[in-house]
């Protein structure tokens, strides 16, 4: 990783947006619908370091090389953070590309290398990102408290959020019912979430880059992954950063201890999974889901 991502809240931040021409209004395009402070400065007062005072950020732009460089300087005298548009060199943070829905942004950056390509992905991001989603992620914020005291143990509150996450709350918001998606989740909550988690099944013996955009998924959301000894580390890599990685040496036993007390697992084997263990998950009332790591073949003749 050649450059760390973080997100910066912009509510009732200021940004300074020094110089003119079309890269710094293209950022001033890029931040209207944010909730932050604005402030253009142009001429002598964008060289002034009282001018970024109490700025988190700022985006500078200009043909002139001097005036950039020294506009830069000015911010960096005021402690502020500074883009130079066009300059990577000249800057302490480059800008990604931006899928925008409210509470839901995606970046992607490649350091200032290519913003071209960036672009090109972004594009291809958006169409998986649906414009429902930032709406989905506001009414979660509100009812952060509430789901809080309903469900005091992180692992079954995780548990409870993530079927909400594939369940009709999510659907309604998707479609732009909030208040539907509200109700939904409200019911779901007062109807005793399931306080067992779920043993996910992932037979990981394919090729990796087969993998099912489900078996993707259920890795990426897992708090655990338990893998038979020799499992490929490209299907590892898919797991979040901070899932729990259980010893090969008691993965059926731990899987299932974990998924007692409302833990999602990924349950890594190569090949068909072992019945007894199946058997066992579900003998204890844990669900259970079965998923190939790579689709279906296609049929004779199917193009």
């Not at 003119?20 to 293209?26: L, T, V, Y």
């Not at 955009?213 to 490209?234: F, H, Q, S």
């Not at 036993?253 to 007894?276: E, N």
Request: contains cysteine.
């Amino acid at each position: 990783m050649d450059s760390f991502p973080a997100f910066f809240p912009l509510a009732g931040a200021k940004v300074v947006l020094a110089g003119k021409g079309p890269g710094i209004e293209a950022k001033a395009r890029l931040l209207a619908s944010s909730p932050a402070v604005l402030v253009r400065l142009e001429g002598n007062e964008a060289l002034l370091p009282g001018a970024y005072r109490g700025a988190r950020l700022a985006f500078v732009a200009g043909d002139d090389e001097l005036f950039a460089q020294a506009a830069a300087a000015a911010a960096r005298a005021a402690h502020v953070l500074v883009n130079v548009i066009d300059r990577p060199a000249w800057s302490d943070f480059n800008t990604p590309a931006v899928v925008d829905r409210g509470e839901v942004v995606a970046a992607i950056g490649t350091g200032g290398a290519s913003p071209v390509l960036a672009t090109l992905l972004r594009t291809e991001l958006e169409a998986h990102v649906p414009e429902g989603a930032g709406g989905f992620a506001a009414l979660l914020r509100r009812m952060q408290d509430e789901v809080r005291v309903a469900l005091p143990d992180i692992a079954q509150r995780r548990n409870f959020l993530r079927q909400a996450l594939s369940g009709p709350a999510a659907k309604a918001a998707l479609e732009g019912d909030l208040a539907g998606a509200e109700t939904l989740l409200r019911e779901a909550l007062a109807a005793n979430p399931p306080t067992r988690g779920r043993v996910s099944f992932i037979d990981a013996s394919g090729q990796v880059d087969l993998i099912t955009l489900r078996a993707l998924r259920t890795l990426a959301a897992a708090d655990a992954v338990a893998a038979d000894e020799g499992t490929p580390k490209a299907f590892l890599d898919l797991a979040r950063r901070d899932a729990d990685h259980l010893p090969t040496s008691a993965v059926a036993g731990q899987a299932t201890a974990l998924a007692l007390t409302g833990r999602s697992v990924a349950r890594l084997t190569l090949g068909a999974p072992d019945p007894a263990e199946v058997a066992a998950c579900e003998q204890l009332g844990i669900a259970v889901q079965i998923l190939s790591s790579a689709p279906p073949p296609a049929a004779p003749g199917a193009l």
